[in-house]
C-alpha cells in the first residue's frame, strides 16, 4: 500500500471515531441485556428502545410502567437496568385522569371510577404524602405516586395480589402504582427518588403511538 493509501485508510478511521464520538451519549441502538433477559412486553421494548434512542429522558433515570403486564422497569440515566418488579395498579380500567381526583385523594373520597392509572410521560419528583412516607410524585396534582406497599389492614391482602399469577389480579390500587416495599427502598427510592425522573405509562385502551407520538 502507498503512503497516501495508509494516509487515507488512517484519516478514514479518525473520521469515523469522531463521528462515533460526536454522537450524545444516550444515542443507544439496543437496550440493555438485563432488560431483555427480564422478558419484557414487545410495546415495553419499543419504548424503551424509542427513549434510549431518542434521549427523550434527557439524562435522568426512568420508569417504564407496563400495565398490561402489571409491571415496573426502573432505568439509571446511563439506560441500565436498575431492576423491575410486578405492581398494583388502579382498579378501574383506563388512561385517563378523572379531573379532581386529586383534592378527593386528600379526603379519601375516591369513587370506583375514578381510580384510574392514567397513561403517558410524566416529570416526576420524590416528596412525602401527607403521612410522611416517601414516595415518587408521578402527578402530584393528581396524587398520582409510585409507593411502596403501606403497612396497614389491608397490606396481607395487598401483598397476597401482588403475587397474583395475571396482571388482572393487580388491579387494586387507587391509581398509584404500588410496589413491594424491599423493591422501593432497594431500586425506586435509590434511583427515582433522589432528583427528578421521567415516568412512561403505557396505555391499556389506546394504542402505544396514541400516547407516545413520536414512537
Known sequence: MSDFGRWLRHAAGCTAWLALTALPQHAVAAPPQEFTAARPSTQARSLVDWVLGSGDAQGKPFAVVDKHAARIYVFHPDGRLAGHSTALLGSTVGDHTVPGVGARAQTGTIGPDERTTPAGRFEAA??????????????????????????????????????????????????????????????????????????????????????????
Open 126 to 215: 420524590p416528596g412525602r404524602n401527607d403521612k410522611g412516607e416517601h414516595v415518587v410524585w408521578v402527578d402530584y396534582a393528581s396524587a398520582f405516586a409510585i409507593h411502596r406497599l403501606r403497612p396497614g389492614f389491608a397490606y396481607q391482602a395487598r401483598a397476597s395480589r401482588l403475587a397474583a399469577v395475571h396482571a388482572s389480579g393487580k388491579r387494586v390500587s387507587w391509581g398509584c402504582v404500588v410496589v413491594p416495599v424491599a423493591f422501593y427502598q432497594q431500586v425506586v427510592e435509590r434511583v427515582l427518588g433522589q432528583s427528578r425522573s421521567v415516568v412512561y405509562v403505557m396505555p391499556e385502551d389506546a394504542p402505544l403511538r396514541a400516547v407516545f407520538k413520536a414512537l
